[in-house]
């Protein structure tokens, strides 16, 4: 097992040097075709001018329908839906997408098509997953966007691994006690502001695993904003929160999301033609012009006028943190996930605790091999989980190698499960966590596995729901808050426990973060790929789904969409999703645990996630974001 802490490289010239073309084979074709091309056009150029003219005019008309290639079929599911699925919460069909040459799993299926369409293009996993990141953050805008970081998990065929960290940073002004006494700066408004990261993770992804030319990957959303397409449901439900009402009358909100003074309905046309305008920008200069040219000027001068202290020279001196992913083992798989800040490790450890499980040890619950014994130990494991994230932060500032090495230790597992009572659950004192932690929020999550087996997991964020809430009106970016995903000093909670210092707000310092993008892989193969958005829930939604997979045998739609279970210590109370039966929620509390039913318009956690069987690939994407995933 290997810590990502061994081997970190900064790759501060690669993202700074968007202008820098990269030659690969792929891209030595298309330049074969386009000099096909020219001389084809020399040929036509010498025919009547009429002719010229008519072929000029036909250009034109279907220029305008480049991307997506086949924009008419983006909207309604696919049809090669093996199995439909109500998922209750919802009262809609969720599907299982099948193909043989590549999936996608996004929140939103507009982008899951983008991705599949760029497969098609000759594209990897990495242009796939770029490509569709890049649309979530323009569509979904209150997941995630180019005014926000994240993780990406990569697998090359070969069975080499890495793990890009592109969070957040904090800004060079930044220091431990700047949001004491006053939490609200810390989630809207330019203090909020970390230093954006994904436009720079995005960039050294592709200058090391892509196969297309980078602009390819910015064109499918390019022409979603600019010439518009149905607003999805799930952001039209967003927007009608209360907290947003005053997107309605701000100059720059309204001209996206309500035009009319009123919020666009689900299935009305929306346009974001400056974001449209930025992208392409950064289709053409890369990363540079976002970190250190126009884009990034402009981008400053906002953050500061909004009250933030975002420098020029913080936008430059970001990099991204290309790592050795970390490593565990779970019913013969091999499972890959990142490091922390990450909350790789915390997986692990629940993964490595539950693999011993008898989960047929206990009563039967609703006639089928889960027993409510299994249930309960696999709530008490969520609770140590959540007790040994305590300890973690952003490595590059301390050294927790010790701690994280406990985490991934089996002998340490071995020790918690011999803990867990057979006959009760306990008091958050009983699991050892020395400090709080924050609450993390918001985040999206894709999958991907192309035709070569390459997989690729990317877990991007904003934090809260549209960030900062602050958009800046040059260029449609909507700016982050993660810088309320640190910790402050001082600040006790309710059950006693200070903040982690290791979580503390310094210069540079990478917030902590629940993101866990994972891929499982048997007999050297990727078997699959996921991971989830919800925040502070997304670790044990993901370890919930592994163990429905693997240990309860469940299909990849019934890991997914049947009740989720969660438990962080502290509040002490285990939450599940209100479509459970009454049998489940009186079975758990026999044991002693508070439960709280999370009602279905507040789904808590989405899962996104590919599996391969038998050369053929299945996705699904969670129905509780109104999600459809893509595949051919």
Same mark, same amino acid.
């Not at 599907?95 to 929140?107: C, H, K, L, P, Q």
């Given at each position: 097992m290997?810590s990502?802490?061994s081997?970190?490289?900064?790759?501060?010239?690669?993202?700074?040097?968007?202008?820098?073309?990269?030659t690969?084979?792929s891209?030595?074709?298309?330049s074969k075709?386009?000099?096909?091309?020219?001389?084809?056009?020399?040929?036509?150029?010498s025919?009547?001018?009429l002719?010229?003219?008519i072929?000029?005019?036909?250009?034109?008309?279907f220029?305008?329908?480049?991307?997506?290639?086949?924009?008419?079929?983006?909207y309604p599911?696919?049809?090669k839906?093996?199995h439909?699925?109500?998922?209750k919460?919802?009262?809609?069909?969720?599907?299982v997408?099948?193909?043989?040459n590549?999936?996608?799993a996004?929140?939103e299926?507009?982008?899951?098509?983008?991705?599949t369409?760029?497969?098609?293009?000759g594209?990897n996993a990495?242009?796939?997953?770029?490509a569709?990141g890049?649309?979530i953050g323009?569509?979904?805008s209150f997941s995630?966007g180019?005014?926000g970081g994240?993780f990406?998990?990569?697998?090359?065929?070969?069975g080499t691994?890495?793990?890009l960290?592109?969070r957040?940073?904090a800004?060079?002004?930044?220091?431990k006690?700047?949001f004491?006494?006053?939490s609200k700066?810390?989630?809207?408004g330019?203090?909020?502001?970390?230093v954006?990261?994904?436009?720079?993770?995005?960039e050294?992804a592709?200058k090391l695993y892509g196969?297309?030319?980078?602009?390819?990957?910015?064109e499918p959303?390019?022409h979603?904003?600019?010439y518009?397409?149905?607003m999805?449901?799930?952001l039209?439900?967003?927007?009608?929160?209360?907290?947003?009402d005053?997107?309605?009358?701000?100059p720059?909100?309204?001209?996206v999301?309500?035009p009319?003074?009123?919020?666009?309905r689900?299935?009305?046309?929306?346009y974001?033609?400056?974001?449209?305008?930025?992208?392409?920008?950064i289709?053409?200069y890369?990363? &540079?012009?976002?970190y250190? #040219? /126009?884009?990034?000027? %402009?981008l +400053?001068?906002?953050?500061? *006028?909004e009250?933030?202290i975002l420098?020029?020279e913080?936008m430059a001196?970001?990099?991204v943190?290309? &790592?050795?992913?970390?490593? #565990? /083992?779970f019913e013969g %798989?091999? +499972?890959?996930?990142?490091? *922390?800040?990450c909350?790789g490790?915390?997986?692990?450890?629940?993964?490595?605790?539950?693999s011993?499980v008898?989960?047929?040890?206990?009563? /039967?619950i609703l006639g089928c091999?889960?027993t409510d014994?299994g249930l309960?130990?696999?709530i008490e494991?969520?609770?140590?989980m959540?007790a040994?994230?305590?300890?973690?932060g952003?490595?590059?500032?301390?050294d927790?190698?010790k701690h994280?090495m406990?985490l991934?230790?089996k002998?340490?597992?071995?020790?918690?499960?011999?803990?867990?009572?057979?006959d009760?659950t306990?008091?958050?004192?009983h699991?050892?966590?020395?400090?709080?932690?924050p609450?993390?929020?918001?985040?999206t999550?894709?999958?991907?596995i192309d035709?070569?087996?390459m997989?690729?997991?990317?877990?991007a964020?904003i934090?809260?729901?549209?960030?900062?809430?602050?958009?800046?009106?040059?260029?449609?970016?909507?700016?982050?808050?993660?810088?309320d995903?640190?910790?402050?000093?001082?600040?006790i909670?309710?059950?006693g426990?200070?903040?982690s210092?290791?979580?503390?707000?310094?210069?540079?310092k990478?917030p902590?973060?629940?993101?866990?993008?994972?891929i499982?892989?048997n007999?050297?193969?990727?078997e699959?790929v996921?991971?989830?958005?919800?925040?502070?829930r997304?670790?044990?939604?993901v370890?919930?789904?592994?163990i429905?997979?693997?240990k309860w045998?469940k299909?990849?739609?019934?890991?997914?969409?049947?009740?989720r279970?969660?438990?962080?210590?502290?509040p002490n109370?285990?939450y599940?999703?209100e479509?459970?039966?009454?049998?489940?929620?009186?079975?758990?509390?026999?044991f002693?645990?508070v439960?709280?039913?999370?009602p279905?318009?507040s789904?808590f956690s989405?899962i996104q996630?590919?599996?391969?069987?038998?050369?053929t690939?299945?996705?699904?994407s969670?129905?509780?974001?109104?999600?459809?995933?893509?595949?051919?």
């Amino acid at each position: 097992m290997t810590s990502k802490s061994s081997a970190s490289k900064k790759y501060d010239e690669s993202i700074l040097s968007g202008k820098a073309k990269k030659t690969s084979k792929s891209q030595r074709s298309s330049s074969k075709v386009s000099n096909k091309d020219e001389t084809n056009s020399l040929e036509r150029s010498s025919r009547p001018s009429l002719l010229a003219i008519i072929i000029v005019l036909l250009a034109a008309i279907f220029s305008l329908k480049i991307w997506p290639v086949h924009f008419d079929q983006i909207y309604p599911l696919s049809k090669k839906a093996s199995h439909k699925y109500r998922y209750k919460n919802k009262g809609d069909y969720q599907t299982v997408i099948e193909g043989r040459n590549g999936a996608v799993a996004t929140e939103e299926h507009t982008c899951s098509v983008v991705g599949t369409e760029i497969l098609k293009a000759g594209g990897n996993a990495v242009d796939a997953a770029i490509a569709s990141g890049i649309c979530i953050g323009a569509v979904n805008s209150f997941s995630s966007g180019i005014g926000g970081g994240g993780f990406m998990l990569i697998r090359h065929p070969n069975g080499t691994a890495h793990s890009l960290n592109f969070r957040e940073t904090a800004p060079s002004g930044s220091h431990k006690d700047m949001f004491h006494g006053n939490s609200k700066v810390s989630q809207v408004g330019g203090l909020s502001v970390a230093v954006p990261g994904e436009v720079a993770g995005y960039e050294v992804a592709w200058k090391l695993y892509g196969k297309l030319p980078w602009a390819k990957l910015l064109e499918p959303t390019i022409h979603l904003m600019k010439y518009g397409m149905p607003m999805p449901k799930e952001l039209a439900s967003r927007l009608r929160r209360p907290e947003f009402d005053y997107f309605r009358t701000h100059p720059t909100w309204s001209k996206v999301y309500a035009p009319n003074g009123r919020f666009l309905r689900a299935g009305e046309k929306f346009y974001r033609p400056t974001l449209a305008a930025t992208l392409e920008e950064i289709s053409k200069y890369g990363a &540079e012009v976002f970190y250190k #040219g /126009s884009i990034a000027k %402009r981008l +400053v001068d906002f953050v500061q *006028a909004e009250g933030g202290i975002l420098t020029m020279e913080d936008m430059a001196n970001f990099s991204v943190n290309v &790592e050795n992913p970390v490593y #565990g /083992s779970f019913e013969g %798989r091999e +499972v890959i996930t990142c490091g *922390a800040p990450c909350s790789g490790e915390v997986l692990i450890l629940g993964l490595n605790i539950l693999s011993e499980v008898n989960f047929s040890q206990g009563d /039967s619950i609703l006639g089928c091999e889960i027993t409510d014994l299994g249930l309960h130990q696999l709530i008490e494991t969520m609770k140590w989980m959540s007790a040994g994230r305590t300890l973690l932060g952003d490595p590059t500032f301390f050294d927790n190698s010790k701690h994280v090495m406990q985490l991934l230790s089996k002998r340490h597992a071995d020790d918690i499960r011999e803990d867990i009572s057979l006959d009760r659950t306990y008091d958050f004192t009983h699991y050892h966590a020395e400090y709080d932690f924050p609450q993390n929020h918001g985040t999206t999550h894709l999958s991907v596995i192309d035709q070569d087996g390459m997989a690729v997991g990317l877990t991007a964020s904003i934090n809260l729901l549209f960030g900062a809430q602050i958009m800046e009106p040059g260029t449609g970016i909507i700016f982050n808050d993660h810088m309320d995903d640190f910790a402050s000093p001082g600040i006790i909670n309710a059950f006693g426990l200070s903040p982690s210092p290791y979580n503390f707000i310094q210069p540079g310092k990478r917030p902590q973060s629940s993101a866990v993008p994972t891929i499982l892989v048997n007999n050297g193969s990727v078997e699959m790929v996921l991971g989830g958005s919800g925040g502070s829930r997304i670790v044990t939604a993901v370890l919930d789904t592994i163990i429905k997979k693997y240990k309860w045998n469940k299909s990849l739609l019934d890991s997914i969409e049947s009740p989720r279970f969660h438990h962080q210590l502290m509040p002490n109370i285990a939450y599940i999703d209100e479509t459970v039966e009454d049998e489940v929620r009186l079975a758990l509390e026999k044991f002693g645990h508070v439960i709280d039913l999370i009602p279905v318009q507040s789904p808590f956690s989405e899962i996104q996630a590919v599996f391969k069987s038998n050369n053929t690939l299945y996705a699904v994407s969670d129905s509780r974001k109104q999600a459809v995933a893509a595949a051919y």
